[in-house]
């Protein structure tokens, strides 16, 4: 039995193919179509060609696409939406999507504060206005619009009057509207919870076809006896049911399946990745095996979000980074870049641009292309090339640490070609076997998960059973995503006191995750 893991980048479309004991029995890079089901479908038909694996012998499949990154930076293919808030009359003085750019603001047909929601403590501020409700969700019936972004002040302590609010929607408006509530998406905060809502509304076209899209083309190359599944950004897995309602936690899933894969690869639990591709290098920092969170607001295409997304620094260096001299005798690298289009105009490939991978090849670290094309780059150009691509990655690098401590760095993506074997701030540089396709490797190996988060009074219940209780609900959370209840464990626990709230109130968050069937 075989597990089939496929990322999806801007340069290549990378797959890979696992065996049950999580070995890597083949891998292959094909490049990233415009339509990216070509692409995709292109990876498939050569992994198997290469591996000459029995296609009916994948139980399991998994992707990691960029589709819904694209749709939000792009403003492409967003679906329209109705906006409904339940805070009145607090919340009032600052309307939904106040500080987006008029290009997004576009995607609401229609958005109303309707009176309700709660209190810090769960008392309620107002009764839910459902006569309010109920005529909004006629309006928006009657301009054809087919999902609803659903938010109310403090849900994440008490989600009633959101749960009542979409049951509502579900009678008016009927049982096909995709309904997204705030408080399945976000963390505290309003605003940006809101925010990471309407956004997940606005995707839920998009899910819809990069989900079927997959599902096709799996079954047009025989993949027909597997479980399908799609990456989240918190570096674990989700179901197709699960994407399709929450398709904003695949935003970012790129980063995450680099650093999953990475981890296996080297079989290092604590350092920091380096994933180098054709354009960009992302630097996370794996912790216990995972992505580290964010701890902060984090801005999509120009909108603020509060839902959970790696700690990830993108710097404009990859593999198709254009080198260029200046008339002062100084050597830039980046941030603009050749991408998909490296065989043709990178110089070691018959082109006429000088790139990263150019210098990498003329300092003798790697082999590619034609070395003799190379030759008229001078010594002191590429010196000071490759010079600039170590403060790059140095700088980053030191941004991402916490301490001055020297930290493992791991180096992946097939970009990471063009990086020295020595960078200051690392205590070790690795950079294991199938490099090229740790992306796709984390796809496949990750685990699937569940996070509580919940404002706890210790007052009310103790601390060790208010703790005991996330675990628990936690668990239970991850089993549902479709972990092994045996295999899942405690893999995050934060528990922070909140000084401005009264009593012994703290912000409780626990992820679990376990392995898949």
């Known amino acids: 039995m075989y597990k089939l893991g496929i990322d999806v980048g ?27 089901y070509d692409g995709i479908l292109g990876a498939m038909r050569t992994v198997l060609e290469v591996s000459g694996v029995d296609p009916a012998q994948i139980h399991q499949a998994m992707l990691g696409t960029t589709q819904c990154t694209n749709a939000i930076v792009e403003r492409k293919n967003l679906a329209p939406i109705g906006i409904l808030r339940i805070g009145a009359p607090a919340t009032t003085g600052i309307r939904p999507m106040v500080d987006w750019s008029e290009d997004i603001q576009k995607v609401a047909v229609g958005s109303t504060i309707i009176g309700g929601g709660f209190e810090y403590d769960g008392r309620e501020l107002a009764p839910l206005d459902t006569a309010a409700a109920k005529s909004f969700f006629e309006e928006m019936k009657a301009k054809g619009v087919k999902s609803i972004a659903i938010s109310s002040v403090f849900s994440t302590v008490r989600n009633d009057h959101e749960v009542e609010a979409a049951k509502l929607c579900r009678e008016i408006m009927g049982e096909d509207v995709h309904i997204s509530i705030s408080s399945e998406i976000g963390s505290m905060g309003l605003i940006e919870r809101e925010n990471a809502t309407i956004l997940n509304a606005a995707l839920y076209d998009v899910a819809r076809k990069f989900t079927e899209g997959f599902a096709a083309s799996l079954a047009d190359k025989g993949v027909t006896n597997a479980e399908v599944y799609l990456s989240q950004n918190d570096g674990t897995l989700m179901t197709m049911e699960h994407a399709r309602r929450y398709p904003i936690l695949t935003v970012a899933c790129g980063p995450t399946n680099s650093i999953r894969g990475a981890s296996y690869l080297s079989s290092l639990k604590d350092a920091i990745v380096v994933d180098v591709g054709g354009t960009t290098t992302d630097l996370g920092v794996i912790q216990n095996g ?46 603009d870049s050749v991408g998909y289009e490296i065989t043709k105009k990178a110089l070691v490939f018959g082109g006429d641009v000088m790139t990263a991978t150019d210098i990498a090849v003329r300092l003798g670290m790697v082999e590619l292309g034609d070395k003799s094309k190379v030759e008229t780059i001078s010594q002191e150009v590429a010196d000071k090339a490759m010079a600039a691509i170590r403060a790059l990655v140095e700088d980053s690098v030191d941004a991402m640490k916490v301490s001055n401590a020297d930290v493992d760095l791991i180096l992946v993506g097939g970009g990471s070609i063009i990086l020295p074997e020595k960078i200051s701030g690392a205590a070790t540089v690795l950079k294991p076997e199938h490099f090229g ?11 699937v998960s569940g996070t509580y988060e919940k404002l706890m009074n210790y007052d009310e219940l103790p601390r060790e059973q208010s703790l005991e209780k996330a675990k628990n609900e936690a668990i239970e959370l991850a089993v549902e995503a479709g972990a092994v209840r045996e295999t899942v464990e405690i893999i995050e626990m934060e528990d922070v006191p909140l000084a401005y709230y009264p009593g012994n109130t703290n912000r409780v968050k626990i992820k679990a995750a376990g392995d898949l069937n």
């Not at 080198?323 to 050597?331: C, E, L, M, P, Y």
């Not at 796709?440 to 190996?445: N, R």
């Open 10 to 36: 801007g340069t290549n479309t990378d797959a890979v193919l696992v065996d049950e004991n999580r070995a890597v029995v083949a891998d292959i890079k094909y490049p990233t179509s415009a339509d990216i």
């Open 290 to 335: 995972f992505p580290r969170e964010s701890s902060v607001a984090v801005t999509i295409g120009g909108v603020r979000t509060n839902f959970r997304m790696p700690d990830v620094i993108s710097i404009g260096l990859g593999g198709g980074s254009i080198v260029r001299v200046r008339d002062d005798g100084s050597v830039t690298v980046g941030p």
């Open 437 to 447: 396709c740790a992306n796709a490797i984390g796809s496949a190996i990750s685990k």
